[in-house]
């Protein structure tokens, strides 16, 4: 079976030019953003976060999936990359664009739970964890990627990826999948009764 992607969002080859100029190589890949899109679509008035906006390839592929009610929040610690992002689609009112670092935004988020959190970066996935899962709504999922060892990684962070894996196993309030696919990714979905 061939499972490239064959339909992506309109945005994805600019802001793959951005991302190439700007030397940046951590975007999601295709595969990933497709099930981005196919989680965000299965949610009507969908509320949705991003943590790690990038240049904004997987905040491309959550658009393409959403509904003209569901919003966004996406968090970048640099501001560079995001004004890359914004260049692209920041003219879509779906967005909250947060410029700021990830932990701190999730320690002082104070408004509704999500039904897709997809955390892609430090804080939401290896610190904070326990924080970006409370948001988390009943019905609603939890994701992350980059689980399979890549070449790049720095030291320890293998450890640091075993340890998350059973820290998510061990929690008893969500039925956890884990895909040895794409880069490997975790989906934890919170039961809805
Ligand atoms: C894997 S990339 C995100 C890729 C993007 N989500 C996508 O799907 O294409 C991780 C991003 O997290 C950002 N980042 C690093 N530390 C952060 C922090 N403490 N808070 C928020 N973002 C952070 C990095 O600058 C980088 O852009």
């Known amino acids: ?19 190439r100029a700007a030397g940046f190589g951590m975007s999601s890949e295709d595969r990933t953003g497709s099930l981005l899109a196919a989680l965000a679509a299965t949610r009507p008035q969908g509320r949705i976060l991003e943590l790690g906006t990038g ?8 658009l393409s999936g959403m509904d003209a009610d569901s919003r966004l929040v996406t968090v970048e610690l640099d501001p560079a990359l995001q004004s890359l992002a914004r ?3 920041g003219a879509d009112p779906r967005v909250t664009w947060v410029t700021g670092d990830g932990g701190e935004w999730l320690e002082q988020y104070d ?13 939401g996935k290896f610190t904070h964890l326990d924080r970006a899962l409370a948001l988390v709504a009943p019905g609603g999922t939890y994701l992350v990627d980059d689980l399979l060892p890549q070449p790049g990684w720095p030291e320890g962070h293998a450890s640091s990826v075993a340890g998350l894996l059973e820290r998510l196993e061990e929690r008893a ?6 895909m040895t696919w794409a880069s490997g990714l975790l989906m934890a979905v919170r039961p809805a009764g």
């Open 55 to 62: 240049v904004g390839e997987g905040t491309a592929w959550l």
């Open 111 to 123: 408004g509704e739970p999500f039904d897709l959190v997809f955390a892609d970066t430090w804080p």
């Open 87 to 89: 260049e692209q689609l």
């Open 1 to 19: 079976m061939d499972d490239t992607p064959k339909h992506l969002p309109d945005t994805l080859e600019s802001l793959r030019a951005k991302a």
């Open 173 to 178: 309030d969500f039925r956890s999948v884990r």
